[in-house]
T-cell receptor, first 113, second 120 residues
Framework: AQSVTQPDIHITVSEGASLELRCNYS??????LFWYVQSPGQGLQLLLK??????LVQGIKGFEAEFKRSQSSFNLRKPSVHWSDAAEYFC???????????FGTGTSLTVIP | EAQVTQNPRYLITVTGKKLTVTCSQN?????MSWYRQDPGLGLRQIYY???????DKGDVPEGYKVSRKEKRNFPLILESPSPNQTSLYFC???????????????????FGPGTRLTVL
């Protein structure tokens, strides 16, 4: 079965520190890859997406992600985390089978002063 | 303002009492979808619709129905709700579906604010 894995359920970082959230998927070809952020009590907002081309993509709020085909990964990064980045982050994959999207289980980010 | 709206935002009901959660988008999107979000499970797709009168099952369709009679609306129907359907529900829409053939590309999904449903 196709799957999307976010191995880190919860991450705590200090404000100003760097951040990397991991996402792996199981699929032979290159799917369409997305990262969404969900603030408490809110819906999901797109941070960035990858379809093809340059494997390093820039998103909103200073986030970037790198697609690594050999590792089937699409990790999200930010060089310096702000307190307002505390939220839940979801990796999403489309174009694997049929017309469905598949989400990871999410990573909850806590930012400490 | 481009948006996806859901109603109601909060609902407490009892087992077996039919309910409908409405979803509407004003972006002329073809693709619409329903998800449920549960702790530790992320978002799981319930049903999706490629266009008017075209719907299909996602990963967790049991106990749910949908219809797509108009492009902008995609209601989620629970004919006989049960406690295991207590969850946070999100509607989403997208200009295109995430298909791999035909040269079309998957597109960003726009999410509604969510509906928190409790079934007693």
């Amino acid at each position: 079965a196709q799957s999307v894995t976010q191995p880190d359920i919860h991450i705590t970082v200090s404000e100003g520190a760097s951040l990397e959230l991991r996402c792996n998927y199981s699929y032979g070809a290159t799917p369409y890859l997305f990262w969404y952020v969900q603030s408490p009590g809110q819906g999901l907002q797109l941070l960035l997406k990858y379809f093809s081309g340059d494997t390093l993509v820039q998103g909103i709020k200073g986030f970037e992600a790198e697609f690594k085909r050999s590792q089937s990964s699409f990790n999200l990064r930010k060089p310096s985390v702000h307190w307002s980045d505390a939220a839940e982050y979801f990796c999403d994959v489309g174009g694997i089978t049929g017309n469905q999207f598949y989400f990871g289980t999410g990573t909850s980010l806590t930012v400490i002063p | 303002e481009a948006q996806v709206t859901q109603n109601p935002r909060y609902l407490i009901t009892v087992t077996g009492k039919k309910l409908t959660v409405t979803c509407s988008q004003n972006m002329n999107h073809e693709y619409m979808s329903w998800y449920r979000q549960d702790p530790g499970l992320g978002l799981r797709q319930i049903y999706y619709s490629m266009n008017v009168e075209v719907t299909d099952k996602g990963d967790v369709p049991e106990g749910y129905k949908v219809s797509r009679k108009e492009k902008r609306n995609f209601p989620l129907i629970l004919e006989s709700p049960s406690p295991n359907q207590t969850s946070l529900y999100f509607c989403a829409s997208s200009f295109r579906a995430p298909i791999t053939s035909g040269g079309a590309l998957a597109d960003t999904q726009y999410f509604g604010p969510g509906t928190r449903l409790t079934v007693l």
